[in-house]
């Protein structure tokens, strides 16, 4: 070792930088894998195009590691202990697509618009590193919170069952449908009058699969573990407890024989991750400015990290590495849109680790690339991730979009409202702006259709009112400190 090597450019053993970057990945683990699980699901694609998603994604989360702590050219990485992950502030946008356009057609969708955002972002990295002063704690909190509050319905969702198709609360007759069944065979023999046309039969009988006992149970158990594992474990075991808690419900799921494993079986034990394997990718300019707004509020997020994470390993944190670092985020999100994957941010409950370890050594997040990009090329790993029931992950859900939700209330707790009254407009506002496509999601129906993917994410809706209200009432003050206090509580998404 380099007696005068900075702690952030220390190079630790061989052994010890295995055991540490294996730490981070377990940290990320939940989160990383939730996302793909979701969209997937979102898409209705096939338990395998949904396998191939999780290991694209653990695959570009390594690759974008590397580069990003590694670095790579003077362009791209910032060369401190960062670990790369998929945003949730992605996740609503990108099911509002999946659910207008499912199949391949609707990832082809997204994947252009990531790949089209990720290009904007790179170009627009360095105006982003001097915007912070437009997102300062009260708009980052406030649209944290939104985001959390938006994807608990998704974790909601997995436990009781989805509210349309097969988990629907209600569902169709039998006697009801036979009837309809009955008509439009007379109808096409001209026997009866032809039927108006998009005639349907609304659900009226209490559906079996929806919100059963056993998987309310075995997701209220999920839940129940990761308490006692984060209030009785100590250290490592208490910041896994997510993780912890997903495998004591899988382990209980297939002792009750409510999992599978022939997917596992069938998949096979190495596979090399390709570009474009589910689908082409179409180029929306709606949808690719939607998801270039979503990766400014993420840049805006990372900026704050970043100055954190510098401020934390002792390490000054320039204008120069600040765009570097932001560019990558620009790179990582055109790679993942390349490979089929989603949008790439620094993981901050992993900044909140080298906080907790107080490991500052940058090249222990390159030893988590590493193991990410391996677990990224085992079919097998990413085919049992996929084959965990829905209501096991929710149990965990509740926890990661709620956690999410927390933080961002955290950092509004440190808003000052007493000398500013009227940062209580620009939460009170945006919050309730973010959850008309939550209360109303057919708030949009008679607006040009070409606008649509731009409003009905609550998110996005939320991060415009924020900085737009926050302009108007405070201005734009340049405060990095307060930005940087309130990235090292956001440590839960």
């Known amino acids: 070792m380099n007696e005068t090597a900075h702690p952030v450019d ?33 898409l209705k694609l096939s338990p395998e195009q949904v396998a ?21 050219t003077q362009w791209f990485g910032i060369k401190l202990p ?42 627009i990295a360095p105006v982003v590193s001097r915007m ?49 069944a009955d008509v439009t065979a007379l109808a096409s023999s001209g026997t009866a009058p032809a039927l108006p046309k998009g005639l349907a039969l609304v659900g009226t009988v209490d559906n079996p699969l929806y919100a059963q006992p056993t998987h309310i149970l075995i997701a209220s158990i999920v839940l129940a573990s990761i308490l006692l594992i984060a209030k009785y474990a100590k250290g490592f075991v208490a910041n ?3 993780l912890l808690g997903i495998v004591i419900g899988g382990v209980i799921a297939t002792v009750m024989g409510l999992m599978n494993f022939d997917k596992v079986s069938k998949a096979g034990w190495f596979d090399l991750v390709l570009p474009f394997e589910i689908a082409t990718p179409v180029f929306d300019p709606i949808l690719i400015a939607t998801m270039s707004l979503v990766m400014i509020v993420v840049m805006i997020e990372s900026t704050g990290m ?7 390993t002792g390490k000054a944190v320039d204008q120069k590495m600040l765009t570097a670092g932001l560019r990558t985020d620009g790179l990582g999100t055109l790679i993942g849109g390349i490979f089929n994957t989603f949008p790439y941010t620094s993981f901050s409950q992993n900044v909140g680790l080298v906080g907790v370890t107080g490991v500052k050594s940058r090249f222990v997040c390159v030893a988590g690339g590493v193991i990410l990009i391996v677990l990224g090329l085992l079919p097998k790993m990413a085919a049992l991730v996929e084959s965990l029931p829905t209501f096991v992950l929710g149990g965990a859900g509740l926890v990661m979009f709620g956690m999410v939700a927390a933080t961002g209330i955290r950092i509004l707790a440190g808003v000052d409202y007493k000398a500013n009254r009227n940062n209580l407009f620009i939460v009170a506002i945006s919050i309730g702006i973010g959850m008309i496509p939550l209360i109303a999601p057919n708030f949009k129906q008679w607006m040009p259709h070409a606008i649509h993917p731009l409003i ?27 930005a940087i206090e309130a990235a090292k509580q956001a440590d839960a998404h």
Not at 29 to 35: F, K, Q, S
Not at 101 to 106: E, R, S
Request: aromatic share 8%; with cysteine; net charge neutral.
């Open 10 to 42: 220390e190079r630790l053993p061989t052994g010890k930088l295995a055991a540490l970057g294996l730490q981070h990945v377990l940290v990320m683990y939940a989160g990383a894998v939730a996302v793909p699980l979701i969209v997937g699901r979102a």
């Open 52 to 72: 191939m998603l999780i290991s694209a994604d653990l695959f570009c989360c390594g690759l974008v590691t590397l580069i990003q702590s590694l670095g790579a």
């Open 82 to 123: 960062v670990m790369m992950g998929v945003t949730f502030a992605s996740v609503a946008p990108m099911v509002a697509m999946a659910n207008s356009n499912p199949g391949t057609a609707g990832a082809g969708l997204i994947f252009g618009s990531i790949i089209g955002a990720g290009v904007i972002s790179v170009l």
């Open 132 to 180: 912070l002063r437009f997102f300062p704690p009260v708009v980052t909190g406030t649209i944290i919170a939104v985001i959390g509050i938006s994807l608990m319905r998704i974790g909601i969702n997995w436990i009781f069952g989805n509210p349309f198709g097969p988990t629907a609360p209600k569902i169709v007759h039998p006697e009801h449908a036979k009837w309809l």
């Open 240 to 242: 896994i407890s997510v």
């Open 306 to 312: 970043f100055l954190a994470l510098g401020d934390m």
């Open 456 to 482: 009905e994410s609550g998110i996005l809706l939320a991060s415009i009112s924020a900085v737009l209200l926050n302009f108007y009432f405070n201005g734009a003050k340049a405060d990095a400190s307060e």
